[in-house]
């Protein structure tokens, strides 16, 4: 279960709290959520951890900063739950369906949450703002299906599995993973790009690989969006991101980045880095030229992985290794001199504030 | 229940020691004296068994008994919850599953036999209780702590035996329990005698609907507007079974046993509240047939045996509903498995004991592609009786082969004191092992896949036990344990689930019984459980935390009353709080139940009892995700026709 930081929503959010002059994220560096000890870590200034600042749903995947507070996806409960960012308390908490399992969302235009439901295979809209009594979920599309998902085999058309989805401008992306039974691809990787206000299904994009996990997007007005393609389980090693222009929605480049590319975070530099699901590197590449990097070794345990990673804007990068529960913060492709920091139980998402 | 010290061994003569192929002369039926055809009105249908080499003798033993469990309708996982140390886990209502763990260890960490024959687990999910209906078991014997001199792998937290009907009736018996979520439980039996030989053969049927009201939260714990009272669907069960025992003596004290059991169960898998499914079944079968003989040589003592069991199941989601994906899964298991065992005396105060046995076990599953394993196990131990008696010293080791896997051991020692009147301390150090099952192997199953590197997972324990029967009527026994498991197989979470050996933990407590008749008529039993647990793996946020699903408190009480006709019970069950993950930030809370009956003895064998279930109406789940019933109603008629021979 992975997902990625919304790390350009923190800088706006930074942004907006510099106007006000009052930093409401006081001296936090980043906020983890921990997928196996279901609740929130902090990261302070000095590098000190609050560990389970707030416990939230099982298996969280994901957190998003929205104004004052952050939203936590928990996918094992299909629940979210609003946090306030100063008390460290959970305001509201909604369920969104049962069968849901709730993986990746984003904020749309109107401050709304789209999230995928990779069980049910549905896109939902949520509104984070209702009362607890009343229905959050507001509108709910499935996912394409049978031919639609062009299978390999007719006959045997697999599920859309909908895992990670970016907002640009009215339009959502969502990646589909298109499995079957087995969890084994059915068809072409693919992206269904969604018009968020008419809440209809504009367009079908077919990948480069089979497989797709994460999608970023990129430029200052989302002109590209990035979608990292490790493959089917077990990886072969030969993991792709896939460029797709936002204005033809086809795919532009393929950048060959070797490894099982997961979850991603593109920094001021234009540097994208990429969290290795096969193990504990990072991977990487410039966005400019589309070079790619030597992968950088990490997290130092056989069976980990690194599970989310994303710079803070002061040149230090902070990546999460899920299976030894730390967080390693360094300068930007020098993870020789790492601080390595204890969080909770197997960090999943780390949100890092830029500042 | 009955706290039960091991039997004692007595005898002197020549020990022979001889494998199943000869065995299977030694059985030739031979002609019968005058003196052998009055012998064979006292044949016993029971699948007793010898004083196996893991039996040390020091060994501590809970004996639940069906019969001191009330008459109402009783379950399996009743039983076994009546002994200390047993962590019984209830996966959701009448016929759903349940599993059994001892001193800690997980379900699959925890060896189940019944008769002696080892009932497989090939996925590691532990054997589910609910597969074995009560009207099979005439007994539970609980062995805590490593005894896998005999069992092999799989026991690092013990055994818990079950022992099928023993009664010697001359007649027919029947139980009828009828109650909530319209279940209905019955058995009929029958045992007669025929020549030199006696036949026992039960019948059971269970159906219950399941679809008891539960609050759910919803998945949201600060959300209480959502909370809604729901009705548990898709939690049907329909379970048949058959028990056929048959036992022969052949002459020279030389006797025969055959058992056939089969049992079929169909059920719905509600699923975890959150991804229930409508319309998700699990059908399940098995076949065993056991035949064993048993033979007596002067003052030795042999048996050898087969046995040979097929299971059969098939799991399927048709709408996809527990994972998105639709499942269609069918999976056949053939279990063969042969031994031979004898005990030599050795002189007048020792003995010498040798068992041998090979198992084969085949599984038809494709996610596994079809794996097989062959065991060889050979265990040998002694006793040796010094101090006048006072002190018995066991030492013994199991030695075991198992293909893909290599040799693992299983030595103990154990002792056992008299040190005042009917004052016994008992002592025990072992070191037992678990090779990995075909699904931590195998499976290759989406993101779960297994591990062909795994190398077994052990442990070492230790136990001192204290047992008093100085007071008339009345039974105590406390005791101590510790054990240390190391390479436990650990499923990385996270990305992928894939087992590595990662794992270590430390477990320690005390266990206390207390069984009684207080006055006539009034049986009184109880036990307390006292775990403490520690994870040992040396990671973050897990080091020195408690074992998810481990109670620190377990205690139940038990009491039933026959006075007149007259017919009371009641059954009080305290499970502590536990937590459900490793970094011990979420838990379940604590469990009390209290069942309650009463009923009449109607004469001519007949009695009726009306109970009330879950009284308190505590619903707190034994297990995340999984709600389980609240006060339920049943009542149970009984009749019995004839008696013990």
């Known amino acids: 279960m992975r997902f990625f930081s919304i790390g350009l929503l923190a800088c706006l959010f930074a942004a ?13 560096r980043a906020i983890v959520a921990n997928s196996l000890g279901e609740d929130i870590s902090l990261i302070h200034d000095d590098y000190s951890v609050t560990k389970s600042a707030v416990s939230v749903g099982s298996a969280p995947n994901q957190i998003i900063l929205r104004g004052r507070e952050a939203i936590v996806i928990s996918s094992l409960s299909n629940s979210i739950q609003v946090i306030d960012i100063e008390t460290w308390t959970v305001v509201r908490e909604y369920n969104v369906g049962d069968g849901c399992n709730p993986y990746m969302g984003a904020l749309t235009q109107d401050d709304l949450l789209v999230i995928t439901c990779n069980q049910s295979n549905e896109l939902i809209l949520v509104d984070p703002d209702v009362g607890m009594e009343a229905e ?33 401008g009215h339009r959502a992306y969502v990646t589909l993973a298109n499995l079957d039974a087995s969890w084994a691809p059915a068809g072409p990787g693919l992206v269904l790009v969604v018009d968020v206000a008419a809440w209809t299904k504009d367009k079908l994009i077919q990948l480069s690989k089979t497989s797709p996990a994460s999608v970023y997007k990129a430029g200052s007005a989302g002109e590209e969006i990035y979608v990292t393609c490790p493959g089917p389980y077990q990886f072969d090693g030969a993991g792709i991101v896939d460029v797709i222009s936002t204005s033809n929605g086809e795919v532009d480049t393929t950048i060959e980045i070797g490894g099982a590319p997961g979850r991603m975070w593109i920094d001021g530099d234009g540097n994208a880095w990429v969290g290795d699901m096969n193990g504990g590197n990072i991977l990487g590449f410039d966005t400019v030229s589309g070079q790619v990097v030597d992968p950088i070794s990490l997290c130092p345990t056989q069976d980990d992985y690194l599970s989310d990673l994303a710079t803070d804007g002061r040149g230090n990068m902070f990546a999460c290794c899920f299976g030894t529960d730390a967080v390693h913060v360094f300068p930007v492709g020098n993870p020789a001199d790492a601080e390595v920091l204890e969080v909770g139980d197997g960090p999943v998402a780390i949100l890092v504030i830029q500042r | 229940m009955l706290i039960r010290s091991r039997p004692q061994l007595v005898g002197g003569g020549n020990f022979i020691f001889l494998p199943l192929v000869l065995i299977a002369a030694a059985v030739i039926p031979s002609p019968v004296s005058a003196e052998e055809e009055e012998d064979a009105e006292v044949v016993e249908i029971r699948a007793e068994r010898i004083p196996e080499v893991s039996d040390l003798p020091s060994s501590l033993v809970t004996v639940v008994e069906a019969e001191d469990m009330g008459f109402g309708m009783v379950t399996t996982s009743m039983m076994a919850r009546a002994a200390p140390a047993a962590r019984v886990r209830e996966f959701g209502g009448p016929g759903q599953q349940v599993t059994v763990g001892l001193r800690g260890a997980a379900p699959h960490q925890t060896r189940v036999q019944i008769d002696g024959v080892p009932l497989p687990d090939p996925i590691g999910t532990g054997v589910d209780l609910s597969f074995l209906p009560a009207a099979f078991v005439e007994r539970i014997e609980v062995l805590r702590g490593a005894a896998s001199i005999q069992a092999g792998s799989g026991a690092l937290g013990g055994v818990v035996n079950l022992i099928t009907p023993s009664e010697k009736l001359d007649g027919f018996f029947g139980r009828l329990s009828a109650g909530s979520y319209n279940t209905w439980n019955t058995s009929l039996g029958t045992a007669f005698q025929s020549g030199r030989s006696r036949f026992l053969l039960v019948a059971t049927g269970l159906n219950s609907s399941g679809d008891f009201e539960f609050m759910d939260n919803r998945g949201t714990q600060y959300n209480p507007y959502d909370d809604e009272r729901r009705v548990r669907e898709n939690n049907d069960v329909l379970r048949g079974g058959v028990l056929f025992k048959g036992a022969t003596r052949l002459g020279q004290g030389a006797e025969l046993k055959l058992t056939h059991q089969l049992v079929g169960i169909e059920r719905g898998v509600a699923g975890l509240l959150g991804f229930t499914a409508e319309e998700a079944r699990d059908t399940a079968w098995s076949d065993l047939l056991d035949l064993r003989a048993r033979l007596p040589i002067s003052d030795a003592s042999l048996e050898a045996g087969a046995n040979l069991l097929l299971t059969g199941q098939h799991f399927e989601d048709p709408r996809g509903e527990l994972t998105g994906v639709p499942i269609d899964n069918r999976q056949e298991g053939r279990y063969l498995e042969a031994f031979s065992s004898g005990m030599l005396p050795l002189g007048r105060s020792h003995l010498l004991r040798l068992r041998l046995s090979y198992r084969h076990s085949g599984l038809r599953d494709e996610k596994m592609r079809d794996p097989d394993r062959d ?126 050996n990662v794992g270590q933990a430390e477990m320690g407590g005390l266990e206390l019984e207390i069984a009684g008749k207080p006055i006539e008529g009034l049986e009184l039993a109880g036990h307390y459980t006292l775990l403490l647990t520690a994870d040992r793996s040396g990671r973050p946020n897990r080091e020195g935390k408690k074992l998810p699903g481990r109670p620190t408190h377990t205690a139940g009480l038990r009491a039933w009353l026959k006075w007149k006709r007259l017919l009371a019970e009641a059954d009080l069950y305290f499970v502590s709080s536990n937590y459900v993950n490793e970094a011990n930030t979420k838990e379940l809370s604590s469990r009390l139940l209290l069942d309650a009956g009463i009923g009449i003895d109607a004469g001519s064998g007949m009695k009726v009892m009306l109970q009330v279930k879950n009284l308190l109406d505590d619903q707190v789940n034994d297990v995340r995700g999984l709600p389980l019933p609240g006060i339920s109603f049943f009542i149970t008629v009984g009749m019995t026709r004839g008696g013990r021979t």
Not at chain 2, 438 to 458: C, H, K, R
Request: charged fraction near 15%; glycine fraction near 12%; include cysteine.
């Open chain 1, 136 to 168: 959050a979920v507001l509108k709910r599309m499935d996912m394409p299906a049978g031919d639609e998902m062009y299978p390999f085999e007719p006959t045997n058309p697999g599920s859309a599995r909908p895992q990670g989805v970016v907002v640009v």
């Open chain 2, 375 to 500: 065991e060889v196990h050979i265990s040998t131990g002694a006793e040796f009786v010094v101090l006048s008696g006072a002190l018995k010293i066991i030492p013994a080791v199991g030695v075991g082969y198992v293909s893909g896997t290599g040799f693992q051991w299983a030595p103990a020692l154990g002792a056992v004191a008299e040190v005042a009147d009917r004052l016994f301390l008992r002592a025990n150090l072992a070191r037992a092992y678990r090779v990995p099952n075909f699904s931590e192997l195998f499976l290759q199953s989406g993101y779960a896949v297994g591990n062909t590197d795994l190398e077994p997972e052990s442990a070492w324990s230790a136990d001192l036990g204290i047992e008093w029967a100085g007071l008339e009527n009345w039974r105590f026994a406390l005791a101590g344990f510790y054990a240390r498991y190391f390479d436990l197989i650990v499923y990385t979470s996270g990305f992928r689930y894939r087992p590595i």
């Open chain 1, 16 to 28: 907006s709290c510099g106007q006000s002059g009052e930093p409401l994220l006081g001296d936090y």
